[in-house]
Antibody, heavy 123, light 108 residues
């Protein structure tokens, strides 16, 4: 069974840092593109970052570029998001999501999501 | 950056009625469009990808249509478990993989 479990959230002061983790089970994380998506309280979904299977391609939303770094630990089958210079507006539930590929139709799809982890940036 | 716009923001309907949700892209996304359902306190759930392909386990009352810039999600004969928030997403694997602002389907 495919499962994604986020950890590492909590309360941090503005300007501080936090490292989120997403541990995968039921599949090999390195063979998929993986994403972080966040949801501020009472608002919609915002795509944050993606790392491709090869790890040579990584991209970020403009709102976090230069402050967040996505990475992967293949030995631990885990995904990470290093967040620095945190702002109040980074307060959100952070989800990791697997991007699968349907070869019979030629489409990508976010088919598995973690339960989410809350990050609160406040003084 | 492609902007995804959903309408209406809220849809008030009774069980058994049909819901029609709209998603518009600021530029063509071909058929690289996905729909998600999210219930309170839960992670999003994939319903539709490729604009019209139902994900595994999704009931047949959910139908996605459209291409280029105009897309719809139709939920026929609303069930109690269908009252939720629905999001569309540009899903062409070229970031940013933008989401729409969401449509809340609520009980009238």
């Amino acid at each position: 069974e495919v499962q994604l479990v986020e950890s590492g959230g909590g309360l941090v002061q503005p300007g501080g840092s936090l490292r989120l983790s997403c541990t995968a089970s039921g599949f090999t994380l390195s063979t998929y593109s993986m994403n972080w998506v966040r949801q501020a309280p009472g608002t919609g979904l915002e795509w944050v970052s993606q790392i491709r299977g090869s790890s040579t391609f990584r991209d970020y939303a403009e709102s976090v570029k230069g402050r967040f770094t996505i990475s992967r630990d293949d030995a631990r089958n885990s995904l990470h998001l290093q967040m620095s210079r945190l702002r109040v507006e980074d307060t959100a539930i952070y989800y990791c999501a697997r991007e699968n590929y349907d070869p019979s139709h030629g489409y990508y799809l976010f088919d598995s999501w973690g339960q989410g982890i809350l990050v609160t940036v406040s003084s | 950056e492609i902007v995804m716009t959903q309408s209406p923001a809220t849809l008030s309907l009774s069980p058994g009625e049909t819901a029609t949700l709209s998603c518009r892209a600021s530029q063509s996304v071909s058929t690289y469009l996905a729909w998600f359902q999210q219930k309170p306190g839960q992670a999003p759930r994939l319903l539709i990808y490729g604009a019209s392909i139902r994900a595994a386990g999704v009931p047949g009352r959910f139908t996605g249509r459209g291409s280029e810039t105009e897309f719809t999600l139709t939920i026929s004969s609303l069930q109690s478990e269908d009252f939720a928030v629905y999001y569309c997403q540009k899903s062409d694997n070229w970031p940013p993989l933008t989401f729409g602002g969401g449509t809340k389907v609520e009980i009238k």
